[in-house]
T-cell receptor
Framework: NAGVTQTPKFQVLKTGQSMTLQCAQDMNHEYMSWYRQDPGMGLRLIHY???????DQGEVPNGYNVSRSTTEDFPLRLLSAAPSQTSVYFCASSYSKGGTYEQYFGPGTRLTVT | GDSVTQMEGPVTLSEEAFLTINCTYTATGYPSLFWYVQYPGEGLQLLLKATKADDKGSNKGFEATYRKETTSFHLEKGSVQVSDSAVYFCALSDETSYDKVIFGPGTSLSVIP
């Protein structure tokens, strides 16, 4: 199993550009999430999905869109990049075992917006 | 709302020293508790977990006990190695909803030979 994969690993955008961060998992997990990691702030939830066709907003959703057309894929779209979106982005997948959600993380995408 | 508080870092220890990283939480229900580790340039990976009060999670020499009375889940290791240098995140998951997974800010650990 590849687990959770993310592409690209690094990306530099200019303000106003759009792009899609890709995320895929091969563990048949029903739950998937996008987080951003900023120094001193831990991980903050951007969007999440509890199954194909179902998405919802997390703590910091503004400026991002998601879709979940298949169980495996959960892309994150930046609509019009801003310097405040410079961060490291992690995708995670999870399943529920007795109400416990254990997260499996991808390697991350380091995004810089100039 | 639910929250996780961790001791501020960075923490620097000599090899073979004893490690404690404090973690306390606030939750209205009965959360599961986790420690995740992030090695340089990588994503987070689960280190250990505990799903109910008095459970002890352990892995790779690390241990943490779910203490409901003190709402704590402190991470300990008896003898750290240089390879343990990483950022450690305490987290909780609320059994009521997937989106209620809360991470602490992380504690950076450096182990020097």
């Amino acid at each position: 199993n590849a687990g959770v994969t993310q592409t690209p690993k690094f990306q530099v955008l200019k303000t106003g550009q759009s792009m899609t961060l890709q995320c895929a998992q091969d563990m048949n997990h029903e739950y998937m999430s996008w987080y951003r990691q900023d120094p001193g702030m831990g991980l903050r939830l951007i969007h999440y999905s509890v199954g194909a066709g179902i998405t919802d907003q997390g703590e910091v959703p503004n400026g991002y869109n998601v879709s979940r057309s298949t169980t495996e894929d959960f892309p994150l779209r930046l609509l019009s990049a801003a310097p405040s979106q410079t961060s490291v982005y992690f995708c995670a997948s999870s399943y529920s075992k007795g109400g416990t959600y254990e997260q499996y993380f991808g390697p991350g995408t380091r995004l810089t917006v100039t | 709302g639910d929250s996780v508080t961790q001791m501020e870092g960075p923490v620097t220890l000599s090899e073979e020293a004893f490690l404690t990283i404090n973690c306390t939480y606030t939750a209205t229900g009965y959360p599961s508790l986790f420690w995740y580790v992030q090695y340089p340039g990588e994503g987070l990976q689960l280190l250990l977990k505990a799903t109910k009060a008095d459970d002890k999670g352990s892995n790779k020499g690390f241990e943490a006990t779910y203490r409901k009375e003190t709402t704590s889940f402190h991470l300990e290791k008896g003898s750290v190695q240089v390879s343990d240098s990483a950022v450690y995140f305490c987290a909780l998951s609320d059994e009521t909803s997937y989106d209620k997974v809360i991470f602490g800010p992380g504690t950076s650990l450096s182990v020097i030979p």
